[in-house]
């Protein structure tokens, strides 16, 4: 089954390691293949990864694109264990991430880091 993008003009889309920019006028095609795709809207750029929750789904965002997850875990690992240690509630939605790199869903996990983020932002907001 392909999978169908709409792109407005300017927008961006990451397919594979490629970043694809729509020049032109709202732009429509299909993707078939088992490829990474972010569009711009899920795309973290590392200098907006300024907090531990954004670097934690900068590493998943790039395990998920490079699909040579190798190197990243250890980062990953280590600011799993960093998150944890400052904020124990965020247990639960990291272990939901954990249990979908497992699993080969890199996307699905970028969808929980997103939650992440979220909950970060909540807690440093009453901090």
Request: proline share 5%; glycine share 4%; with cysteine.
């Amino acid at each position: 089954m392909a999978l169908s993008i709409d792109l407005k003009p300017g927008e961006r889309i990451i397919i594979g390691e490629a970043l694809i920019t729509n020049s032109g006028a709202r732009a429509k095609f299909s993707i078939q293949g088992d490829v990474p795709i972010l569009r711009e809207k899920d795309i973290l750029k590392p200098d907006e990864a300024d907090t531990p929750c954004k670097q934690l789904y900068l590493a998943v965002q790039l395990m998920y694109i490079t699909r040579d997850s190798a190197e990243l875990r250890a980062t990953y690992f280590d600011l799993t264990r960093d998150i944890l240690e400052a904020a124990p509630s965020m247990r639960p939605c990291l272990l939901a991430i954990n249990d979908k790199i497992i699993g080969g869903s890199y996307f699905q996990a970028l969808k929980e880091a997103r939650k992440l983020i979220e909950q970060e932002a909540r807690l440093l907001a009453c901090a």
